[in-house]
């Protein structure tokens, strides 16, 4: 099975509403990394983290390792937020793990 | 903020012709990847390196060999080419596992 699972798949809000997206870790996962994959292909690095909460601007990311998952947060949706979302898990080789996605639409 | 580049940006090859992806790097990271990224999945490690002259598998390496002849660069070689290895390529580097800069892409395609 997968051993980084994000939930949803896609998803689609309308602008200024807020969203949560997750990851799953069935590895023993000791950091954790969010990306952005924008329209345009490239990918954008968010968040590295140790377990715990940071937070930059409208976004917010929580890695929980005891129950291993981690959350990212968006606050007031906007346009430019529009594009696939990865987590990566660094496992006890020292190796990254990719989740598979999460699509996210943003309407106007 | 780190530069990765990478050539081609697109390609198109002959099924078993040999084709080889580049990458380059000038902020002087010692680690850097290669992973292929097919709709339905995340990015997949195919093989990485710690530094000049090193070369190691990652989870999906076979039909690839990797070669780092300098701290900058750091190619991905195919040397037969298959339509399952249409994919769209990203080179990364990074001083840490955990901290990766990543370039633009190359979108491969085998007829």
């Known amino acids: 099975g997968d051993k980084v699972k994000q939930s949803p798949s896609a998803l689609s809000l309308q602008e200024g509403t807020n969203s949560a997206l997750r990851c799953n870790f069935s590895?023993?996962?000791?950091?954790v990394q969010w990306f952005l994959q924008n329209p345009r292909g490239s990918l954008i690095n968010l968040f590295y983290?140790?377990?715990?909460?940071k937070e930059n601007g409208r976004l917010k990311s929580t890695f929980n390792s005891k129950e291993s998952y981690s959350t990212l947060h968006i606050r007031d949706a906007q346009l430019e937020d529009s594009g696939t979302y990865f987590c990566?898990?660094?496992?006890?080789?020292?190796?990254?793990?990719w989740g598979s996605g999460t699509k996210l639409i943003i309407k106007p | 903020e780190a530069a990765v580049t990478q050539s081609p940006r697109n390609k198109v090859a002959v099924t078993g012709g040999k084709v080889t992806l580049s990458c380059n790097q000038t902020?002087?990271?010692?680690?850097m990847y290669w992973y292929r990224q097919d709709t339905g999945h995340g990015l997949r490690l195919i093989h990485y390196?710690?530094?000049?002259?090193?070369?190691e598998k990652g989870d999906i390496p076979d039909g690839y060999k990797a070669s780092r002849p300098s701290q900058e660069n750091f190619s991905l070689i195919l040397e037969l080419a298959t339509p399952s290895q249409t994919s769209v390529y990203f080179c990364?580097?990074?001083?840490?596992?955990?901290?990766?800069?990543f370039g633009p892409g190359t979108r491969l395609t085998v007829l």
């Open positions: 983290l140790v377990p715990g909460t």
């Open positions: 990364a580097s990074g001083p840490h596992t955990y901290e990766q800069y």
């Open positions: 590895i023993a996962a000791t950091t």
């Open positions: 902020n002087n990271h010692n680690n």
């Open positions: 990566a898990a660094e496992d006890s080789n020292y190796q990254l793990i």
């Open positions: 390196s710690y530094g000049a002259g090193s070369t």
